[in-house]
């Protein structure tokens, strides 16, 4: 299937590694030239090169922060200097699991504030910034990761994951009538560069009884972002291969 991403300029946030490194490979396979963005300058020159010469497309390495509006912005105008114009925004930058994952009497509100705007905020200023020129060309793609810890209890920062849901949902509202989409892809415990070998076994109680690798949930991300998916919007998607034992989610 021919996804149309020949051609569209993407921008992954946290691209540097893990998942958004892998969402980055995926989009730049399928045609796509990338700005990828965080915080740690090495990393993400070594990543950008590293993609560029596997893919053969532009990867543009950009420093930002998404906690900071300003940088979010330069971060835009970067991207549209050096590649032209913003067609797809993967919002995907923030601390795995979150911070505050122990009992009440622990949580510590700095830290959680913290991780609320790294990924509910920091997920927001990324949309705001890249909204007027997706508009502009009447077509866009926002895809937001979330994570499993939005769905069910026992850890305080999972409430991001929640959060994130209710912005899809609203922006996808919003921003439909202009030809954009806005899609959310769970993941549940994922195979990245990290990943040891305790929670590859625990991660294969889900439904197919293995761990999903960061590859497979940039092929969803590659989907929600190509011409194919017109018609979905709005939507949180579960990708980690059935770990929550329940039907309606
Ligand atoms: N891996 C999993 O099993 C799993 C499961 C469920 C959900 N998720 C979600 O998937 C996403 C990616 O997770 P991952 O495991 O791939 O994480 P990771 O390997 O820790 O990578 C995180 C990326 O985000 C960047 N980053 C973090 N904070 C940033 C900020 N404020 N501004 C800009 N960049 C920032 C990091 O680079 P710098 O540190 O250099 O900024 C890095 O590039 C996250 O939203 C996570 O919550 C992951």
Redesign the pocket.
Known sequence: MDLGLTGKVAIV?????????AIARELAREGSDVAI????RQ??DEAAKALSQETGRRIIPIV????SSESVAQLVKATVAALGRVDVLVN???????MVRGPLADADDKTLLEDID??VV?YLRCAKAVAPHMRQRKWGRIIN?????GRRSGNISGLR?AAVVHLTKTLADELGAHGITVNLV?????R????DAE?ERRAASNAIRRIVD?SEIAQVVAFLASVKAANVTGVAIDASGGSIPVMFQ
């Open positions: 946030t946290g691209g540097s590694r893990g998942i958004g490194r963005c965080a915080r740690q990393a993400l930002a922060d998404t906690m995907n930058a923030s601390t795995p699991g979150g790294t990924k920091g990761i979330g994570g499993l810890s994951n769970h993941p549940g415990a994922t990245t560069e990290r990943t929670t960061a």
